[in-house]
Each structure stands twice: as structure tokens, then as C-alpha cells.
């Protein structure tokens, strides 16, 4: 869909507002609210009605989804900066120039497929037909329209000589009644002008005294405002501050119930602690029996203390462990009691105290905020009596100004009679004249170049030609076919990771179960010999491996399809504005992962097992024997054999003797060591890209744009300029213009087109030779010399030529010589 995306703002509204490219907002270039200039000389046919827009939003669009070009234009430096949107009323043309069509037979196809590229083959065809009528029918339409401004233009130039005539007749007629009426009228509208100015003058006095009024007053209306809206946000302040205090309040009535259960509490513990300290001089008999009251006082206590988790709990304590034996320790726990209670009320009692200040403040701040309000309704009070005075000052004002105009209308009413005599004949006079001298004069002239001119214009209208339409596809989008080699890129790679990844998982898989069941030999030997069957002895591993392999395989499938293809998509989404894509699950790739993914677990489980379970019993609960050795190659190469330790040797012999090991082991370090070698040779060899282009292939280390608008003495200057630079080793004039090469299945190519002025110092500048052999090629009138890049996206050879196309869509054909 090409549908806009909007990053920030929003869409225009009216008709001098513009979207802009997202990428103008990148290093804030541009901000919304700043205004955007389209100069006159890059609107010559002008198309639009205004030049000056105001920014209000940044958007992508999937008609450029390349972020780091947006296509070329021979307008400028030849590339094309940013994209812009305006509405539609801000044009000022009567057909549109460009079209975007969609296709139905391609809204269940995906991009990039043959498929899709038939299709649209087939829809460009079709549409070419379509069009081929419309050609004549636009011509026909353009010429009628012409046609009828150039009669409209024919009319006027008739009418203008018949003025011509007619102006000479009225001139006679006109200037006789002219001078016997001036200087009386001249005299009474010298009078009446100078009572009305003089009325004017003071009205005027007025009207500027009041107007200074006003602009006074607005102004202390506006600051009464802000201090109104000063005080509005204040209220919701109020507001909060008297629900902290009802908080405050209703905390600082709970802390003093606290306080109350204290005091009374203390007041029990006094007598319990008489109680006790009585006990002391009884006997055991009769300690046993006060003990009980003892008890009693300390529920009584426990009921009375405050809720608190450390005064109950201590309670408990002593209730659970009051003994004869240990009344001693009881009566010093119950001195910590009171130790705890008098902490609890003096930590009660100071919270009341804070939470009484934290009140009086809230209170200050509500009574504050109340006589600002006063203060403000005091100034309202004070401006709208002001306002009264000054509408009476405009009242009066206004009356004097309807005085003046009736009096003005009175005395026009007494020049009415002279001066309409004289201005009707002073009109005619005036108007003929000027239109028979500038007539005479001016028009003549210009009437006969009109003329040519509208004829010149009838014949250009009728020798125009049928329109031609220029079919563009998504192809002709800046990063549309890169993008798709880009994911062939990726696929290239997809390709071979998978199959190094499975080669890994299977020897992984074949040394884990090998060692697995070797190390469970003696145990499959048991379960042979208590009687179970070879399958049910196999479950046992085959339903671990299933396990691993199933669990392993769908999570792969799962880092495939999903993750992996996010990690991809993220990192070229600063290349490409891609917002809607999707990953999804493809069941024959699912299903060969699977396969392979039990092959190497299950089916090397099956493998491995094969021998031990066709083993007897007697034959695994024994120690396996080792495997034996034998003479290897290097040991009939004596002169080598001879000199090696013998560490060395058994080292040699063990290689060769599990040669499943050695194997896993040779090919998991060459596996790692290509992978390794592979991004350090991706990493030099991008990393020497720029260098060598700029140090190498192109060898000049500034270029200097002439305007094309530029005057002889602004280039003299220049060149006056240039000399003085001693240090300047040599120079090159050129011309450039960017052009387009396309090719079916190929991204749309910008080809910049150079030609010196002088092609012999060309090879200072630039260095043309042949990458293989080195040989040197010479720009002569053969034909163009281009890069090996672009012979080779356009299949092309010396002898052959190359079709570019301009921004007008016209095509040269350049031979490559």
C-alpha cells in the first residue's frame, strides 16, 4: 500500500501546510511549525499557488523505502534530498500528472515471485491498451481548451481597436465643458476639505487615546488571566490539602486514642506492679495462689494496651511463662513493659505534636490561596469598571464620527450640482484621452504583437502531438529490487548455515549417545539378563533422544521462523522503511528440520545401539575389551617412526584407533575455522572498500559546482580566485547529469554521466583500467567508458550500447567503447 505513514504531527488541513520526509526531521533539520520554501524559478509553469509552506508533520511511504536515497533528479546536485506532500488545494493545475494503480489479480500475490513479475507483465500490457485511446482524447481535450482561451484573447484585442476608434470621437466633445466650472468648484472643495480634515484630525486624537485605553486594559486582563489560571492550578492543590488534612486529622485522633489506652494502661500497671512486688514476701503456697491474680492483672493489661504486635506479644510471654519459680525474670519483664510503654507514648505523643504543624501549615496555605482569590476578584472588579468607561469614551466617539458624516454628507450634498457637471465632463475627457494616447502610443504596438503572438500560439496548439505515457513499477522505487537482493543475500546464506548447523548437531548427537551407552553397558547387560526385550531396553535411550531431538527441533524452528527473521528485518530496518512484514511458518521446511533433527538423535541412538543390543547378556555385564590396536602408515615410514617419544607414539596410534573421535574432531575444528575465516574475510574485504575508492579509483580530493544561473564576471572571479591557489596541483572542468539505466529483474541503476572538457588530464583524476589486467582505457569519440559494476548488472560488452534515460524520461543510446 502506499498508504503515508505519519511519524510525528499530523496530515494538512489547509493549503499552505506540507508533510515532509521523515528523514528532514533526522538531526532536526527541520521541526514542525518551520516553514518550507518552494523558490519561483523551480516552479516556471507555476503549478502551485503558494511557495511558502508550513511543516506539520514527518512521514514514511513505501514509494521510498530505501532510507538512505530517495532517487535522482537533474535538478540541484542531481539527487533527490527528501519527499513532500501537499493537499490538494494547494495546486494550481487542472489534470493530474501522475497515477498510482492497483492490480486485483495481485492482492493474494507476494512480491518478488515469478508470478508476481508475470503478472505485472501481463497488467502493463493490458494497461498500455487501456491507455492508447486516452492519448488522442487528452490532445483533443488540450485543444479545445486552448482554442477557446485564444478566442477569448482575439476578443479582447477587437475590442481594444474598437476603443481606439471610438476615443477620438469623445475627446472633442469633452473639452469644452471642462474650464468654465473648475475654478468655482475648486474654491468650495478647498473650503469643505479643510472643515473636514480639521474634524478628522480630532476625531482621529480621540480615537488613538482610546485605542491606547484598550491595549492598556487587555493587557491587564491578560495578566489577570494567567494569575487567575495561576490560582485555578492552585485550587486542585487546595483541594489535595484538605484531604491530607482530614488524613492528618484523622491520624492525629488515633495516635491520642493511642495515647488514652496508655495512660490508662500505665495506671493498671502501677497496681499490677504493687501486686507484684507484694508476692515477693509470701510463701510458696500462697505465691501459687496470687500468681493467679497476677495473671488476671496482665490480661486486664493485654486488653487495655493498644493493638500493637511487640506490647501483646511481650504480654504472651510473660502469661505463658509466669511461674513461682521464675517470678523473679517475670517482674523484670514486666519492668520492660513499662520501659516499651513509656517509649510508645513518648513516640506517640511527638508524632501528634508533627502531625499538629503539618496542620496549621496546610491551614496557612488554604487561607493564602483564599485571599489571593479576594485579590483577584478586587482586580476584576477595578478592569471591568475601566471597561465601561472606555465603551462610553467609544460610544461618544462613535457619535462624533456619524456628526462628521452627516456634516460631510451636508456639505457634499452643496457640490453636488457644480461638481457632477464638471466631473462627468472631466471623465469622459480624462478617459478618452488616456485611452486614445496610450492607444496611440503603447497599445498599437502591443496589439500587433499580441496578434503575431496569438497567431504563433493557434498554430503551436494545433502542431502539438498526442500525449505519451511513461509506465513505471515498483522496480523504478529507490531500494525496492535491493531490498530483494538483499534477501537473496540472506537466503545464500540461510542455505549453508543450516547444513554446517546439522553436520555439528549430528556428530554433537553421535559422541553424546556413544558415550551414553557405552557408559550404560553394564546396565543394558542387567535388564537383558532380568528379561526384558531389546525394544523395551531401547525405549530407555530412544525415548531420551526423541525427547532431545523433538524439544531441540522446535525450538530451532521457533528461532528460525521468528526470532532470527526479526533480528534480520530490525537490522536492515535503518536501511528500509519496512513497517509491516511477517514471519511465517513454512511446514516443509518445519517437517525437513524435523526429519533430520530425529535422524541425528533417534536414529543415531538406533545406530549405536544396534551392536549391544545384539550382544549377550554374559558378554555386556563384562568389562568391553579394548579395541585393538594396529600398524598405521607412519609406522612403515621409519626414518619418521623412529625419532617420535613414546607418548608421541601412543598419541598416533590412538588417533587411528577411534576414528570417530578423530573425525568429529577434524571436522568441528575445520567447520568452526571456515565460519571464523569467513568473517574476518567479509570484514577486510568491506573495509577496504572506501579506501581504496577514494585513494586509488578516484584520486581528486575536492569538486567545486558552478551555478548555472552564474554571470561572466562571477565565473571571471572565479577563475581570478583559482589562480592565486599556488598549491594547487591541477584541475578539471566537467559536466555531470544523472541519468537512469533499467533492467528487467535488476534495481533501477542512477548513472552520473561525466564529460571533461579536456579527456588527456582525465587519468588524474580518475583511474580507468581494466581490474584484471591492468591495461589503461582513453575516453575518445568512440563511445563512453563505464564501470565493471555496471557492465555487468547490464550485461553489457565493448561494441554494445546502453540506453539512460533523464528526469524527462527521454532515452539516448551511448555506445561503450
Known amino acids: 500500500s502506499n498508504q503515508l505513514t505519519l511519524i510525528d504531527g499530523k496530515f494538512p488541513q489547509e493549503k499552505n501546510e506540507i508533510l515532509l520526509d521523515n528523514n528532514a526531521a533526522i538531526g532536526q533539520k527541520y521541526k514542525i511549525g518551520d516553514s518550507f520554501d518552494i523558490l519561483l524559478k523551480d516552479d516556471p509553469d507555476e503549478q502551485l499557488k503558494e511557495h511558502r509552506f508550513k511543516i506539520v508533520g514527518f512521514?514514511?511511504?513505501?514509494?521510498?523505502?530505501?532510507?538512505?536515497?530517495r532517487g535522482n533528479t537533474n535538478v540541484g546536485n542531481g539527487s533527490i534530498d527528501y519527499f513532500a506532500f501537499l493537499p490538494t488545494e494547494a495546486f494550481n493545475m487542472d489534470a493530474y500528472g501522475r497515477m498510482l494503480i492497483r492490480f486485483r489479480n495481485l492482492n493474494d500475490q507476494v512480491a518478488y515471485t515469478a508470478t508476481y513479475d508475470e503478472l505485472m507483465v501481463?497488467?502493463?500490457?493490458?494497461?498500455?491498451?487501456?491507455?492508447?485511446?486516452?492519448?488522442?482524447?487528452?490532445?483533443?481535450?488540450?485543444?479545445?481548451?486552448?482554442?477557446?482561451?485564444?478566442?477569448?484573447?482575439?476578443?479582447?484585442?477587437?475590442?481594444?481597436?474598437?476603443?481606439?476608434?471610438?476615443?477620438?470621437?469623445?475627446?472633442?466633445?469633452?473639452?469644452?465643458?471642462?474650464?468654465?466650472?473648475?475654478?468655482?468648484?475648486?474654491?468650495?472643495?478647498?473650503?469643505?476639505?479643510?472643515?473636514?480634515?480639521?474634524?478628522?484630525?480630532?476625531?482621529?486624537?480621540?480615537?488613538?487615546?482610546?485605542?491606547?485605553?484598550?491595549?492598556?486594559?487587555?493587557?491587564?486582563?491578560k495578566m489577570l488571566e494567567e494569575k487567575q489560571r495561576e490560582l485555578d492550578v492552585n485550587k486542585g492543590k487546595v483541594e489535595a490539602l484538605t484531604e491530607q488534612f482530614t488524613q492528618l486529622n484523622l491520624q492525629k485522633e488515633q495516635l491520642e486514642a493511642v495515647v488514652q489506652q496508655l495512660q490508662e494502661s500505665m495506671v493498671?500497671?502501677?497496681?499490677?506492679m504493687q501486686y507484684a512486688n507484694q508476692l515477693a514476701n509470701l510463701s510458696p503456697e500462697e505465691k501459687v495462689v496470687a500468681l493467679e491474680g497476677l495473671k488476671s492483672y496482665l490480661v486486664l493489661?493485654?486488653?487495655?494496651?493498644?493493638?500493637?504486635?511487640?506490647?501483646?506479644?511481650?504480654?504472651?510471654?510473660?502469661?505463658d511463662g509466669l511461674t513461682v519459680e521464675n517470678l523473679d525474670l517475670a517482674i523484670e519483664q514486666l519492668k520492660q513493659l513499662e520501659?516499651?510503654?513509656?517509649?510508645?507514648?513518648?513516640?506517640?505523643?511527638?508524632?501528634?505534636?508533627?502531625?499538629?504543624?503539618?496542620?496549621?501549615?496546610?491551614?496557612?496555605?488554604?487561607?493564602?490561596?483564599?485571599?489571593?482569590?479576594?485579590?483577584?476578584?478586587?482586580?476584576?472588579?477595578?478592569?471591568?469598571t475601566a471597561q465601561a468607561q472606555i465603551k462610553s469614551g467609544q460610544t461618544q466617539l462613535a457619535q462624533g464620527k456619524l456628526d462628521l458624516a452627516l456634516e460631510k454628507q451636508k456639505g457634499q450634498q452643496q457640490l453636488t450640482t457644480a461638481k457632477s457637471d464638471l466631473a462627468e465632463g472631466r471623465a469622459l475627457y480624462e478617459t478618452n484621452l488616456a485611452e486614445f494616447e496610450k492607444l496611440k502610443n503603447e497599445k498599437l504596438p502591443e496589439l500587433e504583437k499580441a496578434q503575431k503572438k496569438l497567431n504563433q500560439e493557434r498554430e503551436k496548439v494545433m502542431a502539438l502531438k498526442a500525449a505519451e505515457y511513461t509506465l513505471v513499477n515498483r522496480d523504478s522505487n529507490p531500494g525496492y529490487i535491493e531490498y530483494k537482493q538483499n534477501a537473496n543475500r540472506i537466503t545464500s546464506i540461510a542455505t549453508v548455515f543450516p547444513t554446517i548447523f546439522f553436520l555439528i548437531a549430528a556428530l554433537v548427537s553421535l559422541t553424546t549417545m556413544s558415550r551414553m551407552i557405552e557408559e550404560k553397558r553394564v546396565e543394558i547387560g542387567t535388564y537383558k539378563a532380568l528379561g526384558y526385550r531389546n525394544r523395551e531396553v531401547a525405549l530407555k535411550f530412544l525415548i531420551y533422544a526423541l525427547a532431545a531431538g523433538v524439544s531441540g527441533t522446535f525450538l530451532g524452528l521457533a528461532f528460525g521462523f521468528y526470532i532470527f527473521p526479526m533480528i534480520i528485518i530490525n537490522a536492515y530496518g535503518q536501511l528500509y522503511s519496512i513497517t509491516?512484514?511477517?514471519?511465517?511458518?513454512?511446514?516443509?521446511?518445519?517437517?525437513?528440520?524435523?526429519?533430520?533433527?530425529?535422524?541425528?538423535?533417534v536414529g543415531i541412538s538406533l545406530i549405536v545401539l544396534r551392536v549391544d543390543l545384539r550382544s549377550t547378556p554374559a558378554t555386556l555385564l563384562r568389562p568391553k575389551a579394548p579395541k585393538a590396536g594396529k600398524r598405521i602408515l607412519i609406522e612403515r615410514l621409519t626414518f619418521i617412526w623412529r625419532r617420535l617419544n613414546f607418548n608421541q607414539k601412543v598419541t598416533m596410534r590412538n588417533l587411528f584407533r577411534y576414528k570417530a573421535r578423530m573425525l568429529m574432531t577434524i571436522f568441528g575444528i575445520a567447520g568452526c575455522t571456515a565460519m571464523i575465516l569467513t568473517g574476518y574475510g567479509l570484514k577486510n574485504s568491506i573495509g577496504d572498500i572506501v579506501p581504496i575508492q577514494f585513494s586509488q579509483?578516484?584520486?581528486?580530493?575536492?569538486?567545486?559546482?558552478?551555478?548555472?544561473?552564474?554571470?561572466?564576471?562571477?565565473?571571471?572571479?572565479?577563475?581570478?580566485?583559482?589562480?592565486?591557489?599556488?598549491?594547487?596541483e591541477a584541475t578539471l572542468a566537467l559536466a555531470s547529469e544523472v541519468f537512469t539505466a533499467e533492467k528487467k529483474g535488476q534495481n533501477m541503476q542512477d548513472v552520473t554521466v561525466y564529460v571533461p572538457e579536456n579527456p588527456v588530464v582525465l587519468p588524474q583524476f580518475f583511474l580507468m583500467n581494466d581490474r584484471k589486467s591492468g591495461n589503461t582505457y582513453e575516453l575518445t569519440d568512440e563511445g563512453a567508458v563505464i564501470n565493471e559494476k555496471l557492465a555487468k548488472i547490464l550485461n553489457v560488452s565493448i561494441g554494445q550500447s546502453i540506453e539512460l534515460k533523464n528526469a524527462d524520461k527521454e532515452v539516448f543510446k551511448i555506445k561503450v567503447a
Open 268 to 272: 493498671l500497671y502501677q497496681e499490677m
Open 697 to 728: 579509483i578516484w584520486t581528486y580530493q575536492g569538486i567545486v559546482s558552478f551555478d548555472k544561473e552564474a554571470i561572466e564576471e562571477q565565473t571571471r572571479a572565479y577563475q581570478t580566485t583559482l589562480e592565486k591557489f599556488s598549491h594547487l
Open 59 to 69: 512521514v514514511n511511504t513505501s514509494e521510498f523505502i530505501d532510507q538512505t536515497k
Open 580 to 601: 509491516e512484514f511477517s514471519t511465517p511458518w513454512y511446514w516443509s521446511y518445519s517437517l525437513i528440520g524435523l526429519v533430520v533433527g530425529l535422524f541425528c538423535t
Open 301 to 319: 493489661l493485654g486488653q487495655t494496651l493498644p493493638t500493637t504486635s511487640e506490647l501483646q506479644n511481650l504480654i504472651t510471654l510473660l502469661l
Open 339 to 384: 520501659k516499651l510503654m513509656n517509649e510508645q507514648y513518648i513516640q506517640a505523643q511527638t508524632t501528634i505534636s508533627q502531625l499538629e504543624v503539618q496542620m496549621n501549615e496546610l491551614a496557612n496555605a488554604k487561607e493564602t490561596l483564599e485571599a489571593g482569590q479576594a485579590q483577584i476578584d478586587a482586580g476584576r472588579v477595578e478592569l471591568e
Open 122 to 221: 501481463k497488467n502493463e500490457t493490458q494497461l498500455k491498451q487501456l491507455l492508447a485511446p486516452r492519448k488522442k482524447e487528452r490532445l483533443k481535450e488540450i485543444q479545445e481548451k486552448a482554442l477557446k482561451e485564444l478566442l477569448a484573447n482575439q476578443k479582447k484585442i477587437d475590442d481594444a481597436n474598437e476603443q481606439i476608434t471610438d476615443g477620438k470621437k469623445q475627446l472633442a466633445d469633452a473639452k469644452e465643458q471642462l474650464e468654465s466650472g473648475e475654478v468655482e468648484l475648486a474654491t468650495n472643495q478647498s473650503k469643505f476639505d479643510l472643515e473636514i480634515e480639521r474634524a478628522q484630525t480630532e476625531i482621529s486624537s480621540q480615537e488613538k487615546q482610546l485605542n491606547l485605553a484598550q491595549a492598556e486594559l487587555d493587557q491587564q486582563k
